[in-house]
């Protein structure tokens, strides 16, 4: 590869050495897909730690192809591969510190976080939703509100029928017919 000086490398690096890398070179360029580093292993990290030496040697290599997996990824990608402070990553044993953004690019001047898209015909349709979703809720009030006088109406017509029916039941009472 053109921007580093030797073909082969070996640097020891910990495991949270290549975080930093990742969000230098993720906030560096934005609109650029970045391989994202390996997932951390937290139960593999804990047993390490609890046991001794070669005892978990497994867990190590596996960390270890999938960091060197991530690495050749990044060394490979046409436009991240050129970036400085990967090469000093690989290329040197010290800690490197990603460089504060110095405001310069013109995507750092446009605030790219602050950024909002604006769309009028989804905005419109959002518009109309909301009305549509306002006379949905007054439709479902006055339904629920004409159900319950529907509940009261049948109470009472069924009380009126009971009552007519023991109206209809009563004796003849000579001295209402005159």
Do not use: C
């Amino acid at each position: 590869l053109p921007p580093f000086r030797h073909h082969d490398f070996s640097v020891k690096r910990r495991y949270i050495d290549f975080f930093p890398l990742y969000k230098h070179l993720e906030g560096e360029y934005p609109g650029v897909i970045v391989p994202p580093p390996p997932p951390k292993d937290a139960i593999g990290t804990s047993i390490t730690k609890l046991k001794s030496g070669g005892e978990n040697s497994s867990f190590i290599e596996r960390r270890a192809q999938a960091l060197d997996r991530f690495m050749h990824r990044i060394a490979a990608h046409p436009v991240l591969h050129g970036d400085p402070i990967l090469r000093n990553f690989v290329e040197s044993s010290d800690k490197i510190q990603p460089p504060k953004s110095s405001g310069n690019s013109l995507l750092s001047a446009l605030k790219l976080g602050s950024f909002v898209e604006t769309d009028e015909w989804f905005d419109q349709k959002v518009k109309e939703i909301d009305l549509l979703e306002t006379q949905l809720k007054k439709l479902h009030g006055a339904t629920e509100g004409l159900v319950n006088r529907r509940k009261e109406l049948s109470t009472s017509v069924m009380s009126f029928v009971e009552s007519f029916s023991t109206l209809s039941n009563a004796e003849d009472v000579q001295a209402l017919s005159k």
